[in-house]
């Protein structure tokens, strides 16, 4: 069974930071193909954050960049997501996100955690 439990979230100050993390549990670490960050501000649609991919491959969204960092730790079953300069219109939930080759290596399956809330203040 695959697991994603967050950790992190908070409210901060207008120009503060915040770190979150997410550990997944899964059977086999070969299997995971990408992990990463999304987010769904209120009112608005979930969206990308930043993914850590093979082959040390980041991606980022335009918001992200310059502000938020995405590492994985040397066991590459934790993802963090370091935000720095944060702004009141980065609040909203946090989710984990794991794309991971299925049990029989038919094709990936994406999963995204429970969510943690980040609320930056003005």
């Known amino acids: 069974q695959v697991r994603l439990v967050e950790s992190g979230g908070g409210l901060v100050q207008a120009g503060g930071s915040l770190r979150l993390s997410c550990t997944v549990s899964?059977?086999?670490?070969?299997?995971?193909?990408?992990m990463g960050w999304y987010r769904r501000a209120p009112g608005k649609q979930r969206e990308l954050v930043a993914t850590?991919?093979?082959?040390?491959?980041?991606n980022y969204a335009d918001f992200a960049k310059g502000r938020f960092t995405v590492f994985r730790d040397n066991g590459k079953t934790t993802v963090h997501l370091q935000m720095d300069g944060l702004q009141p219109e980065d609040t909203g939930v946090y989710y984990c996100y794991l794309r991971s080759l299925n049990s029989d290596d038919s094709g990936y399956e994406e999963r995204w955690g429970q969510g943690t809330q980040v609320t930056v203040s003005s």
């Open positions: 899964i059977g086999s670490i070969f299997s995971i193909n990408k």
């Open positions: 850590s991919g093979p082959g040390n491959e980041f």
